[in-house]
């Protein structure tokens, strides 16, 4: 799920500066399962961007905000109140922000900070765990990704940092590769970390910011 | 051929120290720590931005060290620079002189003062070794011939105090395998895990240089153990540095007694003096060497 997080109100205030009426875009998916933009929290929104004096000409929560058509038919159901709209608050991953910007040719303010592909361990605890890096090794990981969960990404690991199972960076991270140690010891399939692993194809990656991939 | 390179072959006790660039240009202090080191170690590492923080580089102090007739040690880390960069310092190095290479994978950057630069890591010292070794052999990493390939000896670190001891073990053997020639350890302050240490690690038949850092008072040690990954100073040395009235002196007999311990199990010592080169040459009299 992509894990997202609310800006600070100010900063949104300060994105709406100079307008005066705003429509407002939650999604159904990521962003309510992550309690930053479904319907409550667009409700909230609402409520908190009234008493600061702007006019909420209306909102819908798009299912989901990412699917551009799906977008078009939601603001085409709320023509009006998209329309009169100075802008669009979009309380989504930034993938929903710009694809509401292209279904709408509004302008758009982000509401939310993407912040990362993330498990669920529980209600409201989120971690990462894949970089969608296009190239999955997890086969002779252990089904562990050190990409994602080994801070400097390593890919021939530990580090000399790695101190009782601890990463260096900080103590409340596992270290990865003790993790994937453990998990391929126990799996008796220990001689799969043998083979040195070549670095990383960079350009085939989406993490690296290279190339659009389609 | 280095001169650190012969000594490990020669099977003499081999010493070497380090020095820190500065944070600056003002290099006058690391030229007079390289004269105190000057004739007492066969070479000098010089770290590349150590923790993180950022520093006068590693290369330009190596060959400026160099200059004064002080054999560098090259240490060379992937958190900065991504393969383009790493195999350009490397062909640098070699032209400037530069033989030693320490391959390491680097502190992470949020442990130094620049935390919101942007980690490479686009090798790891057991690719970095590699790609060293591919140089020597007259091919980059995209497969392209050199116009002169350059000839290094590639060293690389461990930390023998790790807990658990495992992963390092797997992680030494890999190295081995990319090319690491010899070993610069993590400081070491309890002689007989280093032996255990050395047993285990007898069959990759490689030198190993355990790692001595100068200990300044008891502050400092318990400061290693809950910061420092796989240094454990134990109870007894910091109650000696709490006790002892003159912190200099005892550090240099902390040290030595060290050295001594340790001499019949590695095939050398690094001294990491951290700003008391002075007392490097005092530490290795009374260690005898």
């Known amino acids: 799920m992509i894990i997202s997080e609310q800006k600070p109100f100010e900063e949104i205030l300060g994105f709406l500066e100079g307008e005066e009426k705003v429509f407002i875009v939650g999604c159904e998916l990521c962003a309510t399962l992550c309690q930053t933009g479904g319907e409550e ?134 270290c990865a590769w003790q993790s994937i140690i453990e998990r391929l010891t126990k799996l008796g399939q220990l001689d799969r970390l043998e083979k040195i692993v070549a670095p990383k194809k960079w350009k085939d990656s989406l993490i690296a910011g290279l190339p659009v991939r389609r | 051929m280095s001169k650190l390179s012969e000594a490990l072959q020669s099977g003499k006790f081999v010493v070497t120290g380090e020095i820190g660039p500065p944070k600056g240009v003002a290099i006058q202090e690391m030229l007079e720590s390289a004269e105190l080191l000057k004739g007492k170690v066969v070479a000098a590492n010089v770290t590349d931005q150590q923790s993180a923080v950022m520093r006068l580089g590693s290369l330009a102090a190596c060959h400026l060290l160099k200059e004064k007739g002080l054999e560098p040690v090259f240490q060379m880390t992937c958190r900065d620079r991504n393969r383009i960069a790493i195999q350009s310092d490397l062909l640098s190095a070699y032209a400037l002189g530069i033989e030693n290479v320490l391959c390491l994978t680097g502190d992470y950057v949020t442990l130094g003062d620049h935390p919101q630069a942007k980690p490479v890591f686009d090798l790891d010292s057991v690719s970095l070794l590699e790609a060293a070794v591919q140089l020597q052999q007259g091919k980059d990493l995209a497969e392209k011939e050199l116009q002169g390939s350059p000839r290094f000896f590639l060293g690389a670190t461990v930390t023998p105090g790790a807990s658990p001891l495992e992963p390092q073990i797997i992680k030494m053997e890999k190295k081995v395998k990319a090319g690491a020639q010899f070993f610069q350890t993590q400081a070491v302050y309890e002689p007989e895990k280093f032996e255990e240490f050395m047993q285990a690690v007898k069959y990759l038949d490689v030198p190993v240089m355990a790692g001595i850092i100068l200990l300044k008072s008891a502050g400092m040690a318990r400061f290693m153990n809950k910061n420092v990954a796989g240094v454990h100073v134990p109870d007894s040395l910091i109650e000696e540095m709490e006790k002892a009235e003159k912190k200099g002196e005892k550090s240099i007999e902390i040290a030595a007694r060290l050295i001594r311990e340790l001499k019949g199990f590695c095939h050398g010592v690094h001294i990491m003096a951290l700003g008391w080169e002075k007392k490097v040459p005092p530490v290795l009299d009374a260690a005898g060497l």
Not at chain 1, 87 to 97: A, R, Y
Not at chain 1, 117 to 131: N, T, V
């Open chain 1, 41 to 174: 929290q667009v409700k909230e929104m609402e409520a908190k961007l009234e008493e600061a004096g702007k006019t909420v000409t209306g909102w819908i929560i798009l299912n989901p905000a990412c699917h551009i058509l799906e977008a078009k038919r939601g603001f085409r159901e709320k023509k009006e109140a998209v329309n009169s709209a100075d802008s669009l608050l979009v309380m989504t991953c930034g993938t929903g922000v710009q694809s509401a910007m292209e279904a709408s040719n509004k302008l758009v303010h982000p509401a939310l900070n993407t912040v990362f592909l993330g498990a669920i361990k529980r209600f409201g605890q989120y971690e990462e765990r894949c970089s969608l890096c296009g190239e999955c090794l997890l086969d002779i990981m252990g089904g562990i990704c050190p990409i994602t969960r080994c801070s400097k990404g390593l890919l021939n690991g530990p580090c000399g940092g790695s101190q009782d199972g601890k990463c260096e960076v900080d103590p409340s991270i596992p």
